[in-house]
């Protein structure tokens, strides 16, 4: 799988209450945001630009 780098703004506080999540989970805080954004409920499954091949 081909990973790209996001960058992102968070106040100080907020970094460390993430990271400070990651590590009681046991993950990175990519492994915790990836597990966030694919667990969460989105409207439209099928992700912007993709293209069904069904048929």
């Given at each position: 799988?081909?990973?790209?780098r996001v960058n992102i703004s968070l106040d100080k506080d907020t ?41």
């Amino acid at each position: 799988m081909n990973k790209i780098r996001v960058n992102i703004s968070l106040d100080k506080d907020t970094a460390e209450r993430l990271k400070q999540y990651a590590f009681e989970q046991h993950k990175t805080v990519s492994q915790v945001i990836t597990d966030w954004t694919w667990n969460a409920k989105v409207k439209y499954s099928q992700i912007r630009g993709q293209m069904s091949l069904k048929v």
